[in-house]
Nanobody, 123 residues
Framework: QVQLVESGGGLVQAGGSLRLSCAVS????????MGWFRQAPGKEREFVGAISWLGGLTRYADSVKDRFIISRDNAESTVYLQMTSLKSEDTAVYYC????????????????WGQGTQVTVSS
């Protein structure tokens, strides 16, 4: 069973940066695609990006492309979301999630979720 714990959220000014971490426990971490999603108040959860289990393939939502970078350290069982040039519209609860089905944009393909970490960007 894989368990995920996010950290690194907080309050940041527009234009600033944050790095989120997702610590993963469980023997099958290295075989999972890891995704990041976010949910703003009153909105549906949306795909942010994902990274393949070997780290060679990444995909991003258009809204964060060129600003966010996902990486993973399989030795440390941790996935990162480096966020730069943050905007007020990036304010949301950010979730990491694990999928054994490859990179998908839909949250339906991710079977394990963390509890989320709040990111607030002030303008």
């Amino acid at each position: 069973q894989v368990q995920l714990v996010e950290s690194g959220g907080g309050l940041v000014q527009a234009g600033g940066s944050l790095r989120l971490s997702c610590a993963v426990s469980g023997r099958t971490f290295n075989k999972n695609t890891m995704g990041w999603f976010r949910q703003a108040p009153g909105k549906e959860r949306e795909f942010v990006g994902a990274i393949s289990w070997l780290g060679g393939l990444t995909r991003y939502a258009d809204s964060v492309k060129d600003r966010f970078i996902i990486s993973r350290d399989n030795a440390e069982s941790t996935v990162y979301l480096q966020m730069t040039s943050l905007k007020s519209e990036d304010t949301a609860v950010y979730y990491c999630a694990a999928s054994s089905l490859g990179i998908h944009f839909s949250s339906n393909y991710y079977s394990v979720w963390g509890q989320g970490t709040q990111v607030t960007v002030s303008s």
